[in-house]
């Protein structure tokens, strides 16, 4: 009677479980009322937003017209400037890890040195797991919000082509990689806006263009950008200053003394 007893409950028991189980699987496979897709499809489809975005929609008059105003080359010529463009867009990726991604690990590494050795020290070895996860962020942040700044350099800034892109990519990356060489913490966006600029002004150079100074870069756009540079100097100082203050300068508990 005991043993009939005690087998029941297991199965009671594996009954709940499998209820349970049951209930997860109906909230992975849960279709959204208003996409018709699961939670699981759902959360990928948002992941991979930003892979999936025309940065060609939206433009404005002016927009279009710089870019109808550009000058046209040979379709076999800006076909053979696309392969080459994989050349200078793998060497800007590693004038971005040289000194932009530098700047963002080298904080993380020196806390990861103090935090080891217990004192401030000149120079700390960067582990390679802390490169992994600079690299997983350049990913996943370019395959997320990176269609905005394709969007505004390669469509809405200037005149863009293939042949363009790659003296943009080339000529930025060769000046990020020599400040880093010299050491000067600098920024392959600002490089690239510089340069994107620089091919708009040259099509008032082309030979019978009667085309003006504001018809061959988008001005506004480029006033928007230089202030949004200097706003982040004063919102990121501010803000590092505050989380700062809120950790250093908060109540705790112990013995240390404050100097």
């Known amino acids: 009677m005991n043993n009939y007893c005690k ?34 499809r759902l959360l990928l489809r948002k992941a991979t937003n930003g892979i999936n975005q025309d940065i060609h929609e939206d433009v404005s008059e002016l927009e279009e017209a710089i870019r109808d ?26 004038a971005h890890g040289s000194n932009d991604v530098a700047n963002a690990v080298a904080p993380f590494a020196a806390m990861l ?7 401030a020290q000149k120079q700390v070895g960067v582990p390679e797991w802390v490169l992994v ?14 269609y905005k700044v394709m969007k505004c350099l390669g469509v809405r800034m200037a005149p863009m082509s293939c042949s363009r892109g790659y003296c943009i990519e080339l000529s930025s990356s060769l000046v990020v990689i020599l400040a880093s060489v010299y ?35 988008n001005w506004k756009l480029l006033s928007q950008v230089l202030f949004g540079w200097v706003l982040t100097l ?26």
């Open 7 to 40: 087998n029941d409950e297991v199965v009671e028991f594996q009954e709940k479980d499998k209820e349970i189980d049951g209930e997860k699987a109906d909230n992975i496979n849960r279709t959204d009322p208003e996409t018709g897709l699961s939670k699981t």
């Open 69 to 94: 105003n550009a000058e046209k080359f040979d379709p076999k010529t800006d076909k053979a400037f696309a392969w080459l463009q994989v050349c200078t867009a793998s060497l800007g990726i590693f």
């Open 113 to 119: 040195g103090l935090y080891a050795t217990g004192e």
């Open 133 to 146: 996860i600079a690299a997983l962020g350049m990913v996943i942040g370019l395959s997320t919000y990176g």
């Open 183 to 217: 050491g000067f913490p600098t920024s392959t966006t600002h490089a690239q806006v510089g340069a994107t600029v620089g091919i708009g002004l040259m099509e008032l150079n082309r030979p019978g263009s009667k085309l003006r100074i504001g018809q061959v870069v």
């Open 234 to 259: 004063f919102v990121s100082g501010l803000s590092s200053a505050a989380i700062f203050s809120f950790m250093a300068y908060s109540p705790y508990a112990g013995n240390v003394t404050r100097d």
